[in-house]
């Protein structure tokens, strides 16, 4: 990685605190970055509808109708000028965006803890950040290994044609050598990166596996917490 931390290191650091009771340690920083709103929507002599709407968008984040994701591109739309009245109306849809797994899967999660309701949120999102960035890092993969195969065919191509002129034409072969070992040197770099990513990758995968395990505790307490209450409302 071209300086500071690889970002497998990274990703392994922030899963790293995973241990502490009902998931409360697995990392509290935001996947994204603080969003900057710019100071003029807030004047008062300006139109008060994007106002409005940016009130009701951080109201409905704020109860957890809306996903960060969905919450950070609102605003984003908001800015640009994008988001209207009509798209408030469609995000206040229920379970908008979200599968059949996750809406049972937020039913089930209703009469549980705060604490516990907060420990499942918060790795459920750790787990889709962790599958993006997967996602993300393994098309980087394949696209450096079709580079560097396409690299070695063309260095293959270059000694090919120095050898086909050395005869005939000795600086036309060194020109096709000087070019061939530039490749060589890009291929290089590119089968470092290559190695590189690959490590972040099995350190990526190793923090899945954490939150895995994390999340499985978290549903054993879950389901505890219903059988007691249960327990508790028949001998009531």
């Known amino acids: 990685?071209?300086?500071?931390r690889s970002f497998g290191r990274t990703?392994?650091?922030y899963f790293g605190g995973c241990g502490g009771s009902y998931g409360g340690g697995c990392g509290s920083e935001d996947y994204?970055?603080?969003y900057d709103r710019p100071d003029a929507r807030r004047g008062a002599g300006i139109d008060r509808e994007p106002a409005r709407i940016e009130a009701e968008v951080r109201a409905m984040y704020a109860s957890g109708e809306i996903t960060q994701r969905q919450y950070y591109d609102a605003l984003a739309q908001l800015d640009r000028g994008m988001f209207t009245g009509d798209d408030l109306q469609q995000l206040r849809q229920p379970k908008r965006g979200l599968g059949r797994v996750e809406q049972e899967g937020a039913s089930q999660n209703r009469g549980l803890s705060p604490e516990l309701q907060k420990g499942t949120s918060d790795l459920e999102k750790q787990k889709n950040q962790i599958k993006e960035e997967k996602t993300r890092t393994e098309s980087v993969l394949t696209n450096i290994?079709?580079?560097i195969t396409k690299l070695k065919e063309q260095m293959t191509l270059d000694e090919k044609m120095a050898r086909g002129v050395v005869s005939t034409d000795e600086e036309q072969a060194r020109s096709y050598l000087r070019h061939r070992q530039e490749l060589v040197e890009q291929?290089?770099?590119l089968e470092a990166r290559f190695?590189?990513?690959s490590n972040?990758?099995?350190q990526l995968e190793q923090a899945e596996l954490r939150i895995d395990a994390k999340m499985t505790e978290m549903e054993a307490l879950a389901q505890r917490e219903r059988l007691i209450r249960l327990t508790g409302e028949i001998k009531g």
Do not use: I, N
């Open 1 to 4: 990685m071209c300086g500071g």
């Open 11 to 13: 990703f392994f650091d």
């Open 32 to 34: 994204y970055e603080p």
């Open 145 to 147: 290994r079709d580079s």
């Open 187 to 189: 291929t290089a770099g």
């Open 195 to 197: 190695k590189e990513l």
């Open 200 to 202: 972040d990758l099995a």
